[in-house]
């Protein structure tokens, strides 16, 4: 989770004002060290934010080769733009809840939590809205903007610590369905590859054996088409892009995927088509077994449907 998503905890409403420390291993240029905190502006956007002093250290305007050191405090006002209307709010569907977590099952399109310049309209903020008890909702995974169903939140921060030790330890099964481009020869594919970013790059990852997180991924083949595939996959590491990787890896991408494919998303869908069906974990307080699951969008069934009739 982002260190914005801890130091800002309410988020039922929008961010305006950014608080970064510097830790020993941050030190170095002021630009640089803004750079690696706000990865949404660009290197020229960070420089500009400095300039203009919407971004300060310990308090002052100081230049962008100014040297940070741990122990400093940078503050970044958030300016936005006040017109035109607020994006709505996300519907929020529960499959499961208790006491101690929820399972949300979420739409593709919702951003989950602030980032970037998605400020507003987002899942966790009409959560955090919703909120009753002392203690505010809080992810325990997360789903990229373009992917749909089951979406676990905990209701204490011990559900969360809980949940994210046994995502670390393979204590959480995760299925999921996915369109890819080109009709598979195989009925299952076992992929145990290494992800990691790919060069300089902030968003695109890719199979990296050298320094690579460990990343295991197994495919199945649900129903092929003319130029199509519906598959099944199951992971139980959480990698970055890690479906996407290891699809394109394949040379089956994801239908749609902008980043790893040809980008042409299909009728009903803005990007790639990605559906977390299940997920299946013990509670991390009574201990039981427990398997969620979201149906399949209507927008996926059309889509198979669509690709059934033309093959």
Same mark, same amino acid.
């Given at each position: ?48 934010? *400095? ?75 009409? =959560? ?10 809080? =992810? ?38 996915? =369109? ?14 290494? *992800? ?23 495919? %199945? ?14 992971? %139980? ?5 890690? *479906? ?68």
């Amino acid at each position: 989770m982002s260190r914005l998503y801890k130091r800002n905890r309410d988020l039922s409403q929008p961010l305006d004002r950014i608080e970064l420390r510097v830790d020993k291993p941050d030190e170095g240029r002021f630009d640089r060290f803004l750079a690696s905190r706000i990865r949404w502006r660009s290197r020229a956007g960070v420089q500009e934010l *400095i300039e203009s002093g919407q971004a300060s250290l310990n308090g002052e305007t100081r230049k962008p080769a100014t040297r940070v050191r741990a122990g400093d405090v940078v503050v970044v006002e958030v300016r936005r733009e006040t017109a035109g209307e607020p994006p709505p709010e996300p519907a929020i569907r529960v499959l499961y809840e208790d006491e101690h977590l929820m399972a949300l099952d979420k739409e593709a399109g919702v951003v989950v939590h602030p980032v970037g310049s998605y400020q507003e309209g987002t899942l966790l903020q009409a =959560l955090h809205r919703r909120a009753e008890g002392p203690e505010l909702p809080k =992810l325990a995974h997360r789903l990229d903007q373009h992917t749909s169903g089951v979406l676990l939140v905990a209701k204490r921060d011990e559900v969360r610590r809980a949940f994210s030790r046994m995502l670390e330890h393979g204590g959480v099964a995760k299925a999921y369905d996915a =369109l890819l481009l080109g009709r598979v020869e195989w009925n299952e594919r076992t992929v145990d590859a290494p *992800i990691g970013p790919v060069g300089d790059s902030r968003i695109l990852m890719g199979v990296d054996a050298a320094r690579g997180k460990p990343a295991h991924s197994v495919f %199945a083949c649900v129903e092929r088409f003319a130029f199509a595939t519906h598959a099944s996959v199951r992971i %139980a590491t959480g990698r970055t892009h890690q *479906i996407r990787v290891h699809a394109a890896w394949l040379g089956h991408p994801l239908a749609g995927d902008h980043l790893y494919g040809d980008g042409l998303p299909l009728e009903g869908f803005e990007s790639f088509v990605l559906h977390a069906r299940t997920v299946s974990f013990r509670h991390p307080v009574s201990g039981d077994a427990l398997t969620v699951e979201a149906p399949l969008p209507d927008a996926f069934l059309h889509a198979v449907g669509k690709m059934r009739a033309t093959s």
